[in-house]
């Protein structure tokens, strides 16, 4: 029994097989049409039941599966089988996925959804994992060779032929087209133009009293006016103060002369522009904002963030207090711990909340990037592959750590030494390669076998 079912359409077909292989290597089992569809019986009851048995229904959200109509029933039938669901948007924002399919949006709810960043799975799947555990899905045992060996031959397939098959059940509807409408026949014409001319006989008639009216009543208006402005001039009005009225009076022998200053006109008091204060920060609270480099001189980067409770923290007892893909937090005051990953590089660092501040703190990840390319001899073209990565120390000696794999040949590494093992189909290869801080480190492998 599969925990996750992985709904997707056959387009996204390269990215389902990768999140399915990364979920399977962290322990979590999971159904995907590509590798676990039985041919014979119907599709619709595999997957049925599959969603039956299934505790998370994890949904790729593109702008091919929008536009499916086996993606729709299985979202229907995982909302009436009260299945947990966790959206993954694939180049779509959540505004649009709600206006373009209302029937999801119900069906979801209100359920977070994970945007598919530009760095691929690799930078997603801590926030992937971490929302499986919310939901109260813990991983389990690690799958067994054969199954990942057939996940990732399914990969290469996809990857190999690019291109949606022909009646696949699972293959996203072509966009709309419109339909050519039929020529009207001559004599339709003839009424369609007679029925117009007795609309605007019609049309005009009123229009012409319309302007009639308009005509009375401006002749009207012409004729009253002046008689008007005549009564008006020859009305008297009273005369008012002299200006020998107005002056002060004299001032009395040994008496002070107090001058009266003018009375200003009442006027409205001006509006000022005001900066809306920021909300204040709960009474024994403070404000963590961390930021992360790949090195000291590095661009700022957009990656992911932890925060543990520091007690415990050095001896295994990690106390996970939250998460977030910003890096801002608001605490009680305290002790913590912030992790920040990027890719596979991460960095800690010790931080204390003070009550009313804001604490900054810059983590120095000193990592670089690793870039892999496979070929099948020296001048022939880039191949797909998949790429594992180990330590260095001990390779040799058999003692292989592996510290992470991919089907891209892209990752975030800590600088150092390491081992890069390669596969395409039966063809294998491998090559030591050092990381530079800061740097893009490229390796190319020669596999040296025939397509």
Not at 198 to 210: M, N, S, V
Not at 280 to 294: V, W, Y
């Amino acid at each position: 029994m599969s925990e996750v079912f992985l709904s997707h359409v056959e387009e996204d077909a390269p990215l389902a097989l990768e999140i399915a292989i990364r979920l399977e290597a962290a322990g979590y089992s999971v159904w995907c049409y590509e590798v676990d569809s039985v041919p014979g019986p119907s599709y619709l009851l595999q997957t049925g039941q599959a969603i039956e048995q299934a505790k998370v229904f994890l949904l790729l959200i593109s702008s091919h599966s929008l536009r499916s109509r086996q993606v729709t029933q299985e979202v229907v039938r995982a909302h009436e089988s009260g299945k947990a669901f966790l959206p993954v948007l694939c180049g779509v924002t959540h505004e649009d996925f709600q206006h373009r399919q209302q029937e999801w949006r119900e069906a979801v709810g209100a359920a977070t959804s994970i945007a598919l960043p530009v760095q691929g799975v690799s930078a997603m799947l801590p926030r992937l994992l971490n929302g499986l555990e919310a939901l109260g899905l813990l991983p389990g045992a690690l799958p067994d060779e054969v199954r990942m060996t057939a996940l990732r031959q399914a990969l290469a397939d996809r990857q190999q032929h690019p291109q949606p098959l022909a009646g696949n059940p699972r293959r996203s509807l072509p966009p709309a087209r419109a339909v050519s409408q039929p020529q009207p026949s001559r004599s339709s014409m003839v009424a369609a133009l007679g029925t117009l001319w007795h609309r605007w006989t019609r049309w005009g008639l009123w229009a012409a009293l319309f302007c009639v009216a308009v005509g009375v009543l401006l002749l009207l208006q012409s004729r009253l006016l002046p008689r008007q402005a005549t009564e008006l001039s020859t009305t008297s009005l009273p005369a008012g103060p002299s200006a020998s009225s107005l002056r002060p009076a004299p001032s009395l022998p040994g008496s002070q002369q107090v001058t009266a200053a003018p009375s200003a006109s009442p006027t409205l008091p001006a509006k000022v522009a005001r900066e809306t204060p920021p909300e204040p920060m709960a009474t024994g609270a403070g404000q963590i904002r961390a930021t992360m480099r790949l090195t000291p001189d590095g661009p700022v980067l957009n990656g992911y963030w932890r925060v543990y409770k520091a007690e415990g923290y050095e001896l295994g007892e990690r106390q996970q207090v939250t998460y977030s893909a910003e890096g801002q937090f608001t605490l009680p005051v305290g002790r913590y711990v912030i992790e920040a990953a990027y890719g596979d590089a991460t960095q800690s660092k010790d931080v204390e909340v003070r009550p009313g501040q804001i604490t900054t703190t810059d983590i120095i990840l000193n990592a670089g990037q690793l870039r892999g390319t496979a070929r099948l001899s020296a001048k022939g073209a880039p191949v797909s592959s998949y790429w594992r990565v180990y330590k260095a120390e001990g390779y040799e000696l058999g003692e292989r750590q592996q510290v992470t794999y991919s089907a891209e040949g892209q990752f975030t590494l800590p600088a150092g030494r390491y081992i890069v093992e390669v596969e395409h189909g039966e063809a294998k290869g491998h090559a030591e390669v050092t990381v530079q801080a800061g740097e893009i480190n490229p390796v190319d492998i020669v596999l040296g076998a025939a397509s």
